[in-house]
């Protein structure tokens, strides 16, 4: 199988690291040259994603994309991946499942145009199609640097350290404990590590049987569980905590914008889809299907602070 990575940040190269495991044959799009990739013995392909004739010639006889790009680069990337006879394409979707968005969806980033562009490809006489692999919250985003430090979401606001729930380094919190059901708030999570290996398992399924989504989970804990073992690894100091109420959550928001505090604007909105459970996976269906052992969050928080 010939795969092409559209990026070459550290999603795609985590991607390219585990495919370059295996007997697949792949190369990495990408804006500018990456020489350090190429060092690694990686394809690297430069590529402009505002020009359909040379996305259309760097995709002949690929048979799977994986992309992690957003906006309009993935729908020009859409659109040249159907011309280009591939025959499924996995968007840039590493989050929660699209199902749980809201309609008019802060957090969209033009992932919703994607999938329609996605849709309108799934219903030619020769169809594309596609694969969205839902895996909640990155474990990375509770590292030093957060996402950030590994080159991953630089362009949406809450990639940085302490962007989402808590800064362990700086023993800070600001949480949504409860839903406004009153249930425990519950998030799914997983390594960009396990990712790569789920993602290179579901590979040798082969991407022809894939169904719509994918979802896997490396763990499932409340957030009140995420706080407290996080404050255990740093030696049991309890953390400066803000617990926002589920019903105070618009207000907060309505605050942060009216001061143009867009760093908070972006916090308040990940904290909204937390609430709603978008992170949530009960039943992820990858999981049984693979020989994938996923580290659980406390042996990643070991891991990374103790």
């Not at 990739?37 to 799977?64: C, K």
Request: with cysteine; aromatic share 10%; net charge negative.
């Amino acid at each position: 199988m010939r795969i092409a990575i559209a990026g070459s940040g550290g999603l795609a190269q985590t991607f390219a690291h585990y495919i370059n495991e295996t007997a697949h044959q792949f190369v990495i799009l990408s804006r500018v040259a990456r020489p350090q990739l190429t060092a690694l013995g990686y394809q690297v392909l430069v590529v402009d994603y505002d020009d359909q004739t040379d996305l259309q010639f760097n995709l002949r006889g690929i048979d799977l994309v994986i992309s992690t790009v957003s906006g309009n680069p993935q729908i020009n990337l859409i659109d040249a991946a159907a011309v280009s006879n591939v025959r499924r394409f996995v968007p840039a979707e590493f989050e929660g499942p699209p199902s749980r968005r809201p309609n008019n969806d802060p957090l969209d980033r033009g992932r919703a145009a994607c999938l329609d562009r996605l849709r309108h490809w799934s219903h030619k006489r020769r169809p594309m199609r596609s694969t969205i692999f839902s895996c909640g919250v990155f474990y990375e985003r509770f590292a030093r640097g957060g996402l950030a430090a590994m080159g991953i979401g630089l362009s949406t606001g809450v990639s940085y350290q302490g962007s989402y729930l808590m800064d362990i380094e700086a023993g800070t919190a600001e949480i949504v404990e409860r839903t406004l059901s009153g249930e425990a708030t519950t998030i799914s999570m997983v390594s960009v590590n396990d990712l790569g290996r789920f993602l290179v398992a579901a590979i040798a399924l082969d991407p022809q049987t894939w169904p719509g989504e994918f979802s896997m989970q490396g763990d499932r804990r409340t957030v009140a569980e995420v706080l407290q073992w996080a404050e255990t690894v740093r030696g049991g100091a309890q953390f400066s905590t803000d617990v926002i109420e589920p019903g105070d959550l618009a207000a907060h928001l309505q605050h942060a914008t009216y001061y143009q505090d867009w760093i908070k604007v972006h916090r308040i909105q990940e904290l909204i889809a937390t609430e709603q459970r978008r992170y949530d996976l009960v039943n992820p269906n990858l999981n049984a299907l693979v020989n994938v052992i996923p580290i659980t969050f406390w042996d990643w928080l070991k891991a990374h602070w103790a």
